[in-house]
């Protein structure tokens, strides 16, 4: 499976596979903390209501997961990175 947020450098991007990021939807929307894989700070959930995706991002450090579709029952869909939602000018 290609994976697309992994940047050149080869380290693998925090949050960017499935597992993890279905891991950590279903901790936040059970009303757990989840940690930030690099600093452990808590992961804040942005969402762009316009496009109806959502993605996490670390209140500290800045990381960011890719954005995700989710569905009524939890499913999670990845938003290929190609086409991210422009950020509000
Ligand atoms: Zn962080």
Known sequence: MADPATPPD???????SM??????????RAGEVV???NDGASLAL???ASAGVYRF??????TASSWFESGPTGSV?????AAPPPPPE
Request: glycine share 6%; with cysteine.
């Open 10 to 16: 080869g380290s693998p991007a925090p949050l960017s």
């Open 19 to 28: 597992k993890e990021l279905v891991d950590a939807w279903m901790r936040f």
């Open 35 to 37: 940690p930030c894989p």
């Open 46 to 48: 942005s969402v762009d």
């Open 57 to 62: 991002v670390c209140t500290t450090c800045g």
């Open 77 to 81: 869909e990845v938003r290929p990175l």
